[in-house]
């Protein structure tokens, strides 16, 4: 479980950070005392849950609870204040618990058991993120290739949503000249790149011809196509932007 702390205030932030790693030892949190490192964080994690301090200067707790929606419409958020007057703002978004100070290992546990997405129900998938640079997370963090040319066949597979491509062609978007040795250490990269992760089974080699299985990813792009809301409001016109190939065209 990947856990987002914010609180503008150290202490306390410390104190949260004390009482969710009892309640959740075996979870990775990450804390923040501010709501802008907060939001640069989902560009480089997926989060499962965020415990946001709501009276925070600039940004409050609300409303970057709104934007960690935006960008993962499943993430389970839990604020955590002093005073009990929000508790109708947090309703109105939808908020999985609310915790008043000072927090506690018992008022963490209280909440993780109504969670509104429980986390030990989802099926482990792969997650891609297609809309602005490509990237892909496994358990919330970027997958680490070793090869930048491997991130790239690897989302090309991606943009062709299963569809079995032949060794030739993927060598021909890589390069304009054919590099056959480099090929092959790029797709044994992404093999033990998804391996190494747990993802194994996502990314699949049959002869001269390789894909993905799309039944074992989460993808914005796939989700916009099928019509899912979050997925098009997500969409802001760029898609996998690191690559010159990459063209989307919603349909």
């Known amino acids: 479980m990947n856990i987002m702390l914010v609180d503008d205030e150290p202490l306390q932030l410390l104190r949260l950070e004390k009482a969710v790693k009892e ?21 480089e994690q997926i989060f499962d849950l965020a415990f946001l301090d709501i009276e925070m200067p600039g940004t409050n707790g609300v409303q970057l609870a709104k934007r960690l929606q935006f960008v993962n419409p499943e993430i389970n958020v839990i604020f955590v204040t002093a ?30 058991s109504h969670l509104r997405y429980p986390i030990s129900s989802k099926q482990r998938k792969l997650r891609i993120k297609c809309f602005g640079n490509f990237e892909a997370f496994w358990d919330g963090e970027p997958l680490r290739f070793s090869y930048k040319k491997s991130k790239e066949a ?28 480099y090929l092959r250490n790029l797709i044994a990269d992404i093999q033990n790149t998804l391996n190494k992760a747990g993802a194994e089974g996502v990314f699949v080699k049959r ?3 390789c894909f993905i299985d799309v039944t074992k990813v989460e993808c914005d792009a796939y989700e ?21 190939w990459a063209f989307f065209d919603g349909q």
């Open 23 to 43: 309640a959740i030892p075996d979870a990775k949190t990450h804390s923040f005392s501010n709501s802008k490192e907060a939001m640069d964080a989902t560009k």
């Open 83 to 112: 005073y009990d007057q929000y508790a109708l703002e947090a309703h109105k978004i939808h908020a999985s618990g609310y915790v008043t100070k000072p927090v506690s290992k018992a008022k963490i546990m209280e909440e993780l």
């Open 154 to 181: 690897f989302a090309y597979l991606v943009d062709r949503e299963g569809s079995a491509i032949h060794i030739n062609e993927l060598n021909a978007v890589l390069w304009e000249e054919d590099h056959p040795s």
């Open 207 to 209: 002869y001269t011809e």
């Open 224 to 244: 916009y196509k099928k019509g899912n809301k979050d997925a098009i409001r997500q969409y802001r016109g760029e898609y996998m932007t690191q690559y010159d």
